[in-house]
């Protein structure tokens, strides 16, 4: 149940859609996230992207683009001007069709995440520590 979960959020979010309806639109322009689904009522606004959007973004981007193109050898062999001209569009395209993607994804992981154990993980948990710990 957790692992069908996890996909249908993932999937959910990489479309475009409310990972709990899989109907309404998830992003309202090309970053923002609509706060509350216009078919289910469920609040989107609670799952923090942050960081991990551009991170997946430049790690995928990495890994599928520059780390092939390092193959090719035009990339030694041309100037340096013609080889940015020729690979920083590439990059910079697939940096910016990935992007709302993947932050539909992280959003899509996260309501995953919750449905499974029904609470913000490590919300309920003691810490392992307190600062009078440190005092003894």
Request: aromatic residues 8%.
């Amino acid at each position: 149940m957790a692992q069908s979960n996890l996909v249908t959020g993932l999937k959910r979010g990489m479309l475009g859609r409310c990972p709990n309806c899989g109907q309404g639109p998830l992003l309202r322009a090309y970053l923002k996230v609509v706060p509350t689904c216009a078919v289910c009522g469920h609040d989107n606004g609670q799952y923090p992207a942050d960081d991990a959007p551009p991170y997946f973004t430049i790690l995928i981007v990495g890994h599928l683009v520059v780390a092939p193109a390092l193959c090719f050898s035009f990339i030694w062999t041309w100037p340096v001007a013609w080889v940015l001209a020729v690979t920083l569009p590439a990059i910079m395209a697939a940096t910016l069709l990935l992007l709302p993607r993947v932050k539909g994804a992280v959003i899509g992981a996260q309501w995953a995440i919750r449905q499974n154990d029904g609470a913000v993980p490590g919300a309920d948990e003691s810490p392992a520590w307190t600062p009078s710990d440190i005092r003894s």
